[in-house]
């Protein structure tokens, strides 16, 4: 179980850099850039929902943290099930 929980760990910790990554990118980068692209398609049928919900705030799009709460939360649920096995 142990090898389970840590690679539910390095996945969740490897999103939520992704995450961080791709919010950072679309500030310096151009929206046609390869690499910008790449993590859109992985990434904006994620933060879309999340959007309907929580409109852009003062200018500001809180999406990309809900999304990274979410995946925290769940990652927490599920080591918490595999540890209680």
Same mark, same amino acid.
């Given at each position: 179980? !142990?090898?389970?929980? +840590?690679?539910i760990? @390095?996945?969740v910790?490897?999103? @939520?850099? @992704?995450?961080?990554?791709?919010t %950072? =990118? /679309?500030?310096?980068?151009?929206? %046609?850039?390869?690499?910008?692209? +790449?993590?859109?398609q992985?990434?904006?049928? =994620?933060? +879309?929902? *999340? /959007?309907? /919900?929580?409109?852009?705030? !003062? &200018? %500001? ?8 709460? &979410? *995946?925290q939360?769940? !990652?927490?649920? =599920?080591? +918490?099930? =595999? /540890?209680?096995?």
């Open positions: 179980m !142990g090898l389970i929980i +840590a690679i760990e @390095t996945i910790t490897v999103f @939520t850099l @992704t995450v961080i990554a791709y %950072f =990118l /679309r500030f310096f980068l151009d929206p %046609f850039h390869p690499i910008l692209k +790449a993590l859109s992985v990434l904006e049928p =994620l933060l +879309a929902p *999340i /959007r309907v /919900r929580v409109p852009p705030m !003062g &200018g %500001f799009d809180f999406s990309p943290l809900m999304l990274i709460i &979410g *995946i939360i769940l !990652g927490m649920i =599920l080591t +918490a099930l =595999l /540890r209680s096995f």
